[in-house]
Nanobody
Framework: QVQLVEAGGGLVQAGGSLRLSCAAS????????MGWFRQAPGKEREFVAG????????LYADSVKGRFTIFRDNAKNTVYLQMNSLKPEDTAVYYC??????????????????WGQGTQVTVSS
């Protein structure tokens, strides 16, 4: 069982930045592909960004490409999501996810086995 704990959410004005982190309990964290998803009120959970176990492969939703960056520090068992130029439409609960069997990051929710509890990001206009 892998536990994921997100942190770093909060309230920010449009145009601002936040950095989310997700700490994993897995001793073999370096073997897990990681993803960030988000869910706004009344909407389905959607893919934001993903990164392969070694960090070489990264994938982004079109809506965040060029503004968000996913990266990981395997020595700290942590994956990050740097969010710049935030927009009100980025407001959502952000979740990190992990899976040991993915070779490359996936956009598909059901491909990930483990999920964190989420952290709220609110962007004011």
């Amino acid at each position: 069982q892998v536990q994921l704990v997100e942190a770093g959410g909060g309230l920010v004005q449009a145009g601002g930045s936040l950095r989310l982190s997700c700490a994993a309990s897995a001793r073999t964290f370096s073997r897990y592909a990681m993803g960030w998803f988000r869910q706004a009120p009344g909407k389905e959970r959607e893919f934001v960004a993903g990164i392969s176990s070694g960090g070489a492969d990264r994938l982004y939703a079109d809506s965040v490409k060029g503004r968000f960056t996913i990266f990981r520090d395997n020595a700290k068992n942590t994956v990050y999501l740097q969010m710049n130029s935030l927009k009100p439409e980025d407001t959502a609960v952000y979740y990190c996810a992990a899976d040991q069997h993915l070779v490359v990051p996936s956009r598909v929710l059901s491909d990930y086995t483990y999920w964190g509890q989420g952290t709220q990001v609110t962007v004011s206009s």
